[in-house]
């Protein structure tokens, strides 16, 4: 079956640090860029980071730059999401994503297969 | 940033009846413009890509419409598993979604 399956996700202090795993089957993922996207309960999704098929593209939001390291494992199919100095506003349900190409070097794609996503609470 | 707003927010319909979704850009997309369903503990699914392209496996019921900073998500029949939440992405300059729209049962 194709699929990705997120990992990780658990409730943390603020200033603390989490890591993200994504599992995918059924497909090889060394043909997609992937993503990370993320959803504040009851509001819409965030795009939170992207790498391209060989991670010599990667980009970030604005709202993680710095604070977040995304990185990927083609060996493994395993994408991950290193995430570190967390904050109460980056709770959310985190999604990884496929993208329909293997990079966004000129533009942009859409994303054709999702996760059901994990969970990360930032509270004290 | 590309801002995308979608309207309504909540729209109730009566299973078979027609649903019209709408989603703005702050600034022209062209056509890069994706749409997804979204059920509780689900993984969001690709409906649309391309503003009108049917993804694989999406009924027919489904269609997409528009181009530049308007388009509209009509589902012309709803079936009692088209309840569920509907967001808009653009993907002509990085990637933006849209709040939402949750379509109940009226």
């Known amino acids: 079956e194709v699929q990705l399956v997120e990992s990780g996700g658990d409730l943390v202090q603020p200033g603390r640090s989490l890591r993200l795993s994504c599992a995918a089957s059924?497909?090889?993922?060394?043909?997609?860029?992937m993503h990370w996207v993320r959803q504040v309960p009851g509001k819409g999704l965030e795009w939170v980071s992207g790498?391209?098929?060989?991670?010599?593209?990667?980009a970030y939001a604005d709202s993680v730059r710095g604070r977040f390291t995304i990185s990927r494992d083609n060996a493994k199919n395993a994408l991950y999401l290193e995430m570190n100095s967390l904050r109460a506003d980056d709770t959310a349900l985190y999604f990884c994503?496929?993208?329909?190409?293997?990079?966004?070097?000129?533009?942009?794609?859409?994303?054709?297969?999702w996760g059901r996503g994990t969970r990360v609470t930032v509270s004290s | 940033e590309i801002v995308m707003t979608q309207s309504p927010a909540i729209l109730s319909v009566s299973p078979g009846e027609r649903a019209t979704l709408s989603c703005r850009a702050s600034?022209?997309?062209?056509?890069?413009l994706a749409w997804y369903q979204q059920k509780p503990g689900q993984a969001p699914r690709l409906l649309i890509y391309?503003?009108?392209t049917r993804a694989t496996g999406i009924p027919a019921r489904f269609s997409g419409s528009g181009s530049g900073t308007e388009f509209t998500l009509t589902i012309s029949s709803l079936q009692s598993e088209d309840f569920a939440v509907y967001f808009c992405?653009?993907?002509?300059?990085?990637?933006?979604f849209g709040q939402g729209t949750k379509v109940e049962v009226k």
């Open positions: 790498i391209s098929w060989r991670s010599d593209s990667i």
């Open positions: 391309g503003a009108s």
């Open positions: 994503a496929r993208d329909k190409n293997g990079g966004f070097w000129s533009r942009y794609w859409w994303f054709d297969l």
């Open positions: 600034q022209s997309v062209s056509g890069n």
């Open positions: 992405q653009q993907y002509n300059n990085w990637w933006t």
């Open positions: 059924g497909f090889t993922l060394e043909d997609h860029a």
